[in-house]
């Protein structure tokens, strides 16, 4: 059985003042929630002050991304050892990395050894733009991205992965993709699995969903068998709203 996975992405947003007055809130929400892994994925700025607040809670917190190589000459970026001392988990892959940032699935999978090799357990995004949709390359793109992304890594070193299926047009555009489309998906990203890794690989890998997900369409995603679990972005800016996500039936 695999437990249920939420982890609320920030983005770029809150100050250390607001990230305070949120933790505050939120751990009162959250009260009696069981059964679920909960991670807060906040900005460099905000990790040490997430930390702290997080203590004794059981609640993980994440990096949005790291960069691939271990030191050196490269102003502005910020390690996968550098991250370790501080965050659980990374985010790596996310469509807005390789929409703006001009991510490729080699730079993806690079980053993705690195924060294994640290230690980091790793969120990888992928998922296919409206066009690609358009055009019925929804499963094309989604393998693809998952065989490259995965490439070279180890039947253990998938213990540290969890999948988020994140179709770039739901993505803070308020069109969620319906329960039975992110359904298919998820489904069809654990049959894969089986020739890349094995079938256990493929039964225990959390496969999660990302794309304007919210307190009244959550239950629905959430009940779906290869569901395991949600990655809210604009929602999880509202302690509220993120905790009525964890706590969807």
Same mark, same amino acid.
């Given at each position: 059985m +695999?437990?249920?996975f939420i ?7 809150k100050?250390?003042?607001e /990230?305070?007055a ?6 009162q929400?959250?009260q =009696?929630? $069981?059964d679920v892994d909960?991670?807060?994925a ?6 040490e002050?997430?930390?702290k607040?997080?203590?004794?809670t =059981?609640?993980? *917190?994440a %990096?949005?991304?790291?960069?691939? &190589?271990?030191q =050196? #000459?490269?102003t502005?970026?910020v /390690?996968?050892a550098?991250?370790?001392d501080f965050a659980d988990? *990374?985010?790596?892959g996310h /469509?807005?990395? +390789?929409?703006y940032?001009n991510?490729t ?5 690079? $980053?993705i050894?690195?924060a294994?090799?640290?230690g980091l ?5 992928? =998922?296919e733009t409206q066009?690609?949709r ?6 094309q *793109? %989604?393998?693809? !991205?998952l065989r490259?992304?995965? %490439? ?7 213990k540290s992965?969890i999948?988020?299926?994140e179709p770039?047009w739901?993505?803070?555009?308020g069109?969620? %993709?319906t329960p039975?489309? #992110?359904?298919?998906?998820?489904a ?5 699995l089986?020739?890349v ?6 039964q ?5 969903y990302?794309? /304007?997900?919210?307190p009244e369409?959550?239950s #629905?995603i959430?009940?779906k &068998?290869?569901?395991d ?10 302690p509220?709203k993120? #905790?009525n996500?964890?706590k969807? !039936?």
């Amino acid at each position: 059985m +695999r437990k249920r996975f939420i982890a609320g992405n920030w983005k770029m947003h809150k100050t250390k003042e607001e /990230s305070l007055a949120y933790m505050q809130e939120f751990r009162q929400y959250i009260q =009696g929630a $069981k059964d679920v892994d909960i991670v807060l994925a906040v900005p460099f700025t905000l990790l040490e002050t997430i930390k702290k607040e997080i203590e004794n809670t =059981g609640i993980g *917190v994440a %990096a949005q991304n790291i960069f691939y &190589e271990e030191q =050196g #000459a490269f102003t502005g970026e910020v /390690s996968a050892a550098m991250a370790k001392d501080f965050a659980d988990y *990374v985010i790596i892959g996310h /469509s807005e990395r +390789r929409k703006y940032f001009n991510e490729t699935n080699e730079i993806v999978n690079k $980053k993705i050894k690195a924060a294994i090799g640290k230690g980091l357990k790793v969120i990888f995004c992928l =998922g296919e733009t409206q066009d690609e949709r358009n055009q019925g390359k929804t499963k094309q *793109v %989604a393998e693809t !991205q998952l065989r490259e992304g995965l %490439a070279g890594l180890t039947i253990d070193n998938m213990k540290s992965i969890i999948i988020a299926y994140e179709p770039v047009w739901a993505i803070g555009t308020g069109n969620t %993709a319906t329960p039975e489309q #992110a359904e298919e998906v998820h489904a069809f990203l654990r049959e894969i699995l089986k020739p890349v890794f094995n079938d256990q690989v493929a039964q225990e890998t959390r496969i999660i969903y990302g794309g /304007s997900v919210n307190p009244e369409n959550a239950s #629905a995603i959430l009940q779906k &068998e290869n569901i395991d679990g949600c990655l809210p972005g604009g929602a999880s800016l509202d302690p509220q709203k993120l #905790a009525n996500i964890i706590k969807s !039936q």
